[in-house]
């Protein structure tokens, strides 16, 4: 038995890239931001690390329709590995997070010392999504 799951708290990189392909099968493309803050020689250090999101189907648009750059994201799903061509025809692998569950949960604050009416009116432009994907993926 084997386990392939991913959990990520993140900010959305940029807006989604929507296709849609034969049948009308959404597919969106995006990047999440996710952060650590930690103290290394009593200054703080914040690491990021940039995951590749895919989402399919009825998430996908979704995600078109609600998704922006800054938002604040919850997401469930599994690692992907695919490889591409680059423009120098060089094989090259990527690692895609693809997407089961999604809760948008605002965007992201403007400073760390912002208002918390503020806070909360940011959450509220976007009101709580939730959507499973229970269809196989066509890979």
Same mark, same amino acid.
Request: proline content about 4%; cysteine-free; overall charge negative.
């Given at each position: 038995?084997?386990?392939?799951?991913? !959990?990520? &708290?993140?900010?959305?990189?940029?807006?989604p890239?929507?296709?849609? &392909?034969?049948?009308?099968?959404?597919?969106?493309?995006?990047?999440?931001?996710?952060?650590?803050?930690?103290?290394?020689?009593?200054?703080?250090?914040?690491?990021?690390?940039?995951?590749?999101?895919?989402?399919?189907?009825?998430?996908?648009?979704?995600?078109?329709?609600?998704?922006?750059?800054?938002?604040?994201?919850?997401?469930?799903?599994?690692?992907?590995t695919?490889t591409?061509?680059?423009?120098?025809? !060089?094989q090259?692998?990527?690692?895609? !997070?693809?997407?089961?569950?999604?809760?948008? &949960?605002?965007?992201?604050?403007?400073?760390?010392?912002?208002?918390?009416?503020?806070?909360?009116?940011?959450?509220?432009?976007?009101?709580?999504?939730?959507?499973?994907?229970?269809?196989d993926?066509?890979?």
């Amino acid at each position: 038995m084997s386990v392939n799951k991913v !959990i990520l &708290l993140g900010n959305v990189g940029r807006d989604p890239e929507v296709r849609y &392909l034969e049948g009308g099968v959404a597919v969106a493309k995006f990047t999440l931001a996710t952060s650590e803050v930690y103290k290394k020689n009593g200054e703080k250090v914040v690491t990021t690390e940039w995951h590749n999101i895919v989402v399919w189907r009825g998430l996908a648009e979704v995600a078109e329709k609600y998704v922006k750059k800054g938002m604040q994201l919850y997401i469930e799903g599994k690692i992907r590995t695919r490889t591409y061509e680059d423009k120098d025809k !060089i094989q090259r692998k990527a690692m895609d !997070i693809v997407v089961d569950t999604m809760q948008m &949960l605002g965007k992201r604050p403007e400073s760390d010392h912002q208002e918390s009416s503020q806070q909360e009116k940011s959450i509220e432009e976007y009101p709580p999504v939730q959507m499973e994907s229970s269809d196989d993926l066509p890979f």
